[in-house]
């Protein structure tokens, strides 16, 4: 299994490669030997990256498998990141040449890895079959439809919190935890935005927004908080 778990973990660091038919390639040979052998998550992104605390520590810091030795930042994935940060208590930083890292509790980061994942396959997969050609349009395609995946997390979280307020108060409590590790560690980061990355609103970008309706959010899971 072990064998296994290594071939993923280097099939999910091709993922961040900038050729995109070969990341798209990567990620759903990662899904698929996931879901052949049942592995979790967890079990893959073990080694994945630094801890900011010991292995028991409350509050952790992971490099996301999906942007790992990424060298340019790429807007529409990090709208995605950005929303699913929200949504499941993490935090994200930019590191060139590295990645994506997120800080939090290890169950949401966890979720967060293989949400991310999962979205990634499906954006990458919508754009290649939109019939958009040239990088400017499978970039609005992409960006579109991120921008819609950002919007339903957004509300989805926002319906969680009026329905539930117990579920309400404990974000705040989870929230203020994540925060106070993130400024400790990033003092000089204030805060930060998903941003546009110059969008073209034209077609390709209208069209993938109507896409983004149709991406499964949930990996066949729903989404819980540990």
């Not at 929200?86 to 890895?113: E, Y």
């Not at 509300?155 to 935890?177: C, F, R």
């Amino acid at each position: 299994m072990d064998k296994i778990i290594d071939k993923i973990r280097k099939l999910m660091a091709l993922a961040g490669s900038p050729n995109e038919h070969e990341a798209l390639l990567a990620m759903e040979k990662a899904q698929s030997l996931i879901a052949e052998h049942k592995i979790a998550m967890h079990e893959v992104m073990k080694e994945q990256g630094p801890t900011i605390n010991d292995p028991g520590a409350k509050i952790d810091q992971v490099v996301l498998t999906v942007t790992r030795g990424a060298k340019r930042l790429i807007w529409w994935r990090w709208i995605v990141i950005d929303a699913l940060c929200k949504s499941l208590n993490c935090k994200p930083t930019i590191h060139k040449g590295i990645g994506f890292k997120a800080l939090g509790r290890l169950n949401d980061l966890v979720m967060l890895d293989e949400m991310l994942t999962w979205i990634c396959v499906q954006v990458e997969r919508l754009a290649k079959e939109s019939g958009f050609a040239g990088k400017d349009g499978q970039d609005s395609f992409k960006k579109g439809c991120a921008r819609t995946i950002a919007e339903r997390l957004t509300a989805n979280l926002k319906q969680l919190e009026t329905t539930n307020e117990q579920y309400g108060a404990l974000m705040v409590i989870e929230n203020a935890l994540v925060e106070a590790e993130f400024v400790k560690r990033y003092p000089k980061i204030k805060d930060y935005k998903s941003g546009g990355g110059g969008v073209s609103r034209g077609v390709a970008y209208k069209s993938g927004k109507i896409a983004g309706n149709n991406v499964s959010l949930t990996a066949g899971k729903k989404l819980t908080h540990g």
